[in-house]
Structure formats: C-alpha cells, structure tokens
C-alpha cells in the first residue's frame, strides 16, 4: 500500500496559506504504529499489516469506526483519506464518509464496490463539506458487506486547517488574484444600473441595454473576491415578463410560473476578473418549467460602487424535458464580507421557435461566503478551460485576413433574418471567426457563455459519432440487431431485423406516412417528447409504427428511432464495459470531448428523470460558441484524430461526411442524402469551377439550426429559431477563400 507523505502536504498548504492565516495539522493518522485508539468502533474492527503497512481494517457487514475532532477556530479546513477494500461481492460496498454536524447527516467522500476490491488504495484528495469551524467533525469508515469475509481498509487521514486571525471568517482577504488583470483606472460612466439602483432600486424597474451588464472598458480590477453562495429572494413574484412570441399559448394574460425565474441559490468562485459556477448544464429543480444554466462571468471594480466590485454572471432557462434556450445575465455588487446589494436580471433573446419572452427584474440577494472545497484545483481547471478556447476573431476580420470576402454571407446567409439569430461562426485555418449574439435590446455582452441547444444536430454529435466510436472499439455493432439490446422493442416482432445502422439512417421499415415530415410532426409524437420516463419513452418509440418496407430501404424521420439507437447503443457498451458504462459520459464525453477540451457546459445532455436517466440521443444537448467550433473541427477537418490516434470508425465517418462511394445512405429528398446521422445536400452547379456531385455533409436542428462541415476544411454554423435553413451563400463564399471541389 502506498503511504501519503502527510508532513510535505501540510508544509505545501503552509507555504500557500493567505496572508494574516497560518496553517495547522488537526489530524494526521496512518496508523503506522499499529494504534487504533481514538476510534470508536463497532463490529470487528482492528490494526491490520500489510507488507509493512498498517491500516484500520474493518471485517464484515457491521464493522465501523469513527474519528471525531474540532476545527473550532480553523478556516479553509480541507479532508483527505485513503480506502481500499478486498473481496467483495455485487451490491456490497467500502465506504468512507464525514459529517459536519456530529453525525446527524453525513457526505460521502468515497464508495468502493464489487470490481474495486483488489486491496488498492483510492485516495480522496478534498472531502466536498463546510468544515471550518465546527465543533465535532466526524470522519467515519464502514463496511457495506453481507458476508463476514467482507474486508475494508482506512487509511492516511490528514485534516489540515488555517488559525482565523479574523475571527471566523472564511472570506480570504482582498483580491490579490491578477488572472486576466484589469488595467483600466475603475472611472466608468454609468447610467445604467448604477450603484444607487443595484442598492435602492425597486422592482421590476424596466429593461435597459445589455450593455449596463458588460465589461466596460475602463473597468479596473476588483478589489473583492467571492467565493460561496449566492441566493436571491422573491423569484416566484418578483421581476416583469413580456411576450414575443407563444405558438402554444404557454402564459396567458395572468400570472404564470412560466413569467418568474426558478429558486437561486448556487456557489461560485471568483479568480482574478472571472467569475465561475460550481455547476454547469441543466439543473434541476422544483420549478414547473425552468431549468437553470450556469456560466462564467466577470468582476470589476467601478469608483463610483463605493469600495463594492461589481460581478456579471451568464444564465439561461432552459424549458424542462426539453431544448429551448433562453439566455439572460445577472449582476450585482458585492464585498468579500458578505455584504451584497440587489441582483439585477434581464433575459431579451433565446433559442426557440415556438416561445420568445422578455424577462427583467431586480431582486434582494444575499451573499455567503464559504470555503469551498478543492477551490485551488477548481480554479486551475477553468483557468486551462479558458486557455483552451480556440483563437476567436469577429466575422468582420475575414475581410481583413482573407481579401474580397463578404462577412455578411456568414452573419445571416441568402437573407435570413438576422434578428433571429443566435449567433454564427466560420471556423477556418484554426481561427473561430464569430458573429454577434444578437438580442432584442443589444448585443449579448458574454458570447463566449452564450449557451446554445443543440435540437436534432445531436441525431449527428450524440448518435452518429456514438456509433462510430463504438465501431472503432467493437467492429460490427453498427450491425447487431434492435431486438437484441432493446427489451421493449422484443414484443411485436418490428425490430428482429432491424440493425443500429437502419435506425441511424431513419430506415428502419417502421412507419405510419412516407410523406416528408408527417410522422415526426404528429401530435402523439408528444409521448416521446413530454414524457418523463425511460419506460414511456421507450414504449413509444418502440411501439408507435408498424412495418410498411424492409429495413433500408425508405427514409422516414422519427426522433424516435435516434432514441432506440441511444437505448441500443447504452446496452452494448454495458455489456462490453459493465453495467455502470454510459454511452454519453464515456464513449463521447470521456473518450472524446474531453480530450479536445469541451467545456463543462458541453459535456451535459438531457436524460429522463427517473432511475434511468437515459441520455436522449436524438437532441438536448447544449454549447458554448467554442464548442461548436470543437466538436465540428474534430469531426469536419480533423477526421475523428486526437493528436493523430483515430478516435472514430474511418469508414462509418466517411460515409456520414459522403466521402465513401460504396455507403452514401438514404434519400430524404432530391439532392439529399441522410447517412449516420448526418445529412448532405448536393450543391452541384452551385460553386464556381466545380464539375458533377457537390455533396456538402450539414447537421440540422429545430428552429434553424444549421452547421455545415465543408470539404476544404473549413465549418460554418448558426444557431437562428425563424424555422429558416438556408446556408449555400455561406459555403459559397467559403468556396473563394479555399476551393470546396470534391
């Protein structure tokens, strides 16, 4: 076993200590004197050699053994241990856990089970608990076995803290953090949302320029940093709201929960002029019909804020079960010793076909600052999630950088209109060239943490690129049987025969109506959509068509069928990699987006709600702009490589992109081909100098979603919700820089 050398640890986190706070070791035990005392226990329980090592070893399903301490008077208090386990059995466990109340609740730090038990140590590096003054923390091992020969082992438990010269709080002095440092004097002229209103302002008050919420440019760095939680107040009356649009008659002329924000309350750390949430993606909540989505921000220091620095924090509700995307941002000034003012929001512009609102408001807030566990590594990852954007420059530079391009083909191509456009971008020669986020009331001031839904483009990013990286590792699933991985869609004799490559291409032979769209604009098509639970989703999809063809032979789109395939796929890899294996979390997220550095909002997907928690597939996704970028360059120009190692099947990959002469999929309509998940539209007689077939491969999405993986290495996107598709003018001009010939 591996022992933790505990005196350099604690010397490292006295050598790092804040100013004004020095650092102690509260606990350190590795049991190397064989001395259990001090530990209360129950069961068999015992000093236990290993090769030379001593631990507490804990013998069958009711052995524990608990160390309780105080850190009265001790702030930024950080936990770490040590566990392994031997001889375990399906469904028993080792556990390691601490409670901060003397045992009346208690945070897992770790649970080994059944495929963990090789007598290995995990090392838990920060407990995730408020542990900075407390009388009795209790650090607990137990075994989780049924059998007496059931073995677990602590080991290694190190509590450090700092002494509080301040008298208790955990605020950590002034902000002497100069990530991304501002250098402007702090004298901004303000009209807007100024400290007068933030402190005394009534609300809703009225919506303003989304440009009181941005950086100005004389901005000086904060004096403050924040780290903790943040609650707001009154969000179930407070605020106003104002329709555009409600294609389904969601609100009405009354009061509606659909008009409020959900409950605010969530923890985020500032370093140096960022600001950033604790957690990314759809969170859920008791709100009937929002989600909330958290994103980084901004901290600055105005002079006329009084001595309060002044924090802007990216949001967007998000419709729960489902895709639409409405983007807003908050502000607020603050002091590190708690004090806050009013949260300011508005909320002019989404990505959403069917429902367009305005949402503004000003609310009482309160600020509590907290030591927040791991807050060193947390603040080291954003720090390389940020250093890991792919350059940006605005569309308007291509004029600049490559003479005779016209950046408005890229900004809103062959007239679409603008004003319904999220956002758009050009990716070419490792340069992300990005257009406006366009809002009712002016630009949206954080494009970088704009979120955007992904809608069907996930049938390509989510399904398509699953099946390829499944094909890369196990050769032949593309072509193992729906029934066979599928339970629900055994009974009725429709899936024996149908493959996970038919269901890719919307060709399974299911169907109700052959004609272009009907199926998937049927209102029962409510029972895969509205639905919460894996059984009803399955169910429907599964059960909803009869077979009219043979599989492969008529392109029918259903939605449906891309959540077979997720359902389907999920099954295989469990069965390859145990059943805790998750298509998303570990053949793209893990094996994939991660690597090319896909932020934390991009590595979430919406799943059902219940136990299941199946990932959908077929949509419900979401991105940063820089994701974007990402995921289609890893896909569109660098071949599914990571640092030149194939990730994805080539052969699959070029039959989706339209490179493979022998697979080019089903026909949707004329000129277009549907392979994989992906779709491709023959240009042919469209780009100058070009002869015969142009197939351009694109991903679509709901509402106007449109990215465009182009031949010369190159991709264009927009996010837009005017049901409009149109992007030839956009792949036309990208055709002058390089030649998109095929």
């Known amino acids: ?304 804020d009084n001595g309060y620095s002044r924090a802007a924090i990216p949001f967007a509700l998000q419709q729960r079960n489902a895709n639409c995307m409405h983007n807003g941002v908050m502000t607020f000034l603050f002091k590190e010793d708690g004090s806050t003012s009013k949260v300011a929001y508005q909320i002019s512009s989404e990505t959403c076909l069917y429902f367009k609102a305005d949402w503004w408001g000003l609310l009482s807030a309160s600020y509590t600052p907290e030591t927040i566990a791991n807050q060193s590594q947390l603040i080291q990852d954003y720090q390389a999630e940020i250093a890991d954007r792919m350059p940006t420059k605005p569309l308007s530079a291509l004029s600049t950088d490559y003479p005779g391009t016209d950046p408005s083909a890229f900004e809103a191509p062959n007239s679409t209109d603008a004003s319904h456009v999220s956002t758009a971008g050009f990716i070419y020669g490792g340069v992300h060239y990005r257009g406006d986020c366009v809002t009712r009331y002016g630009n949206y001031p954080y494009c970088d943490s704009m979120v955007v839904p992904s809608y069907s483009s996930a049938k390509s990013f989510f399904a398509g690129v699953a099946m390829m990286r499944l094909e890369k590792l196990y050769p032949g699933v593309r072509n193992t049987a729906v029934a066979s991985h599928v339970p629900a869609c055994n009974s009725n004799g429709n899936w024996s025969d149908v493959t996970l490559d038919n269901l890719l291409d919307m060709a399974t032979g299911n169907y109700g109506n052959v004609t272009y769209m009907e199926d998937e604009g049927a209102s029962h098509t409510d029972n895969l959509f509205l639905t919460d639970s894996h059984s009803s989703k399955i169910s429907y999809s599964c059960s909803q068509y009869t077979r009219k063809a043979t599989p492969g032979s008529q392109w029918v789109y259903h939605t449906s069928d891309t959540y077979i395939a997720g359902t389907h796929m999920n099954d295989y890899l469990q069965d390859q990699q145990g059943s805790s294996a998750d298509i998303f979390d570990d053949a793209i997220v893990a094996d994939l987006w991660e690597p090319i550095g896909v932020s934390p909002t991009g590595q979430y997907t919406r799943r059902t709600y219940d136990s299941v928690a199946q990932p959908f597939a077929g949509w419900g996704l979401m991105w940063l702009p820089d994701d974007v970028a990402k995921i289609a360059s890893f896909v569109g120009i660098d071949d599914g490589e990571i640092n030149g190692q194939p990730m994805l099947d080539s052969n699959q990959l070029g039959a989706a992109l339209q490179r493979n002469s022998s697979d080019t999929g089903t026909v949707p309509l004329a000129d277009y081909r549907y392979n994989n998940g992906f779709w491709a539209h023959n240009v042919s007689g469209n780009l100058s100098g070009c002869s015969g077939d142009q197939w351009i491969p694109f991903l679509s999405g709901y509402g106007g979603i449109t990215v465009v993986l182009l031949p010369n290495d190159s991709v264009y996107y927009y996010f837009s919700d005017n049901d409009t598709y149109y992007w030839l003018e956009a792949v036309q001009e990208a055709h002058q820089i390089q030649s998109a010939c095929q």
């Open 1 to 304: 076993m591996k022992i933790m050398r505990h005196l350099t640890i604690a010397a490292l986190l006295s050598a790092c200590a804040a100013p004004g706070l020095s650092a102690a070791t509260l606990l350190d035990e590795d049991f190397q004197d064989g001395n259990i005392a001090g530990w209360s226990t129950t069961g068999t329980v015992y000093s236990n050699a290993y090769y030379g090592n001593y631990s507490i070893g804990l013998r069958g399903g009711t052995a524990s053994a608990t160390y309780t301490l105080s850190t009265s008077g001790y702030v930024n208090v950080n936990i770490s241990l040590d566990i392994s386990a031997h001889s375990l059995e399906y469904g028993e466990s080792c556990i390691a856990e601490v409670s901060n109340n003397g045992g009346s609740s208690w945070v897992n730090a770790t649970t080994l089970s059944n495929g963990q038990d090789n007598s290995a140590l995990y090392s838990v590096s920060s407990v995730a608990i408020d542990a900075d003054n407390k009388a009795q923390l209790m650090i607990r091992y137990r075994n989780g076995g049924n059998d007496y020969y059931d073995y677990c082992y602590g080991d290694n438990v190190l509590v450090t803290g700092e002494v509080d010269s301040g008298g208790g709080s955990s605020s950590g002095g002034s902000n002497d953090d100069y990530y991304d440092e501002l250098s402007g004097s702090g004298n901004v002229s303000r009209s807007l949302l100024n400290y007068n209103t933030l402190m005394n302002g009534s609300d809703p008050g009225s919506r303003v320029n989304l440009s009181a919420y941005a950086l100005p440019q004389n901005a000086a760095h904060p004096q403050n940093a924040f780290a903790g939680t943040l609650t707001l107040t009154g969000e179930a009356t407070g605020g106003s709201f104002s329709e555009v649009k409600d294609t389904y008659n969601y609100t009405g002329s009354g009061d509606n929960t659909r008009k409020h924000l959900p409950e605010f309350s969530f923890q985020f750390i500032q370093t140096g002029s960022h600001i950033f949430p604790l957690q990314r993606g759809s969170i859920p909540s008791a709100h009937p019909n929002w989600e909330y989505v958290l994103t980084p921000g901004r901290v600055w220091q105005e002079n006329s």
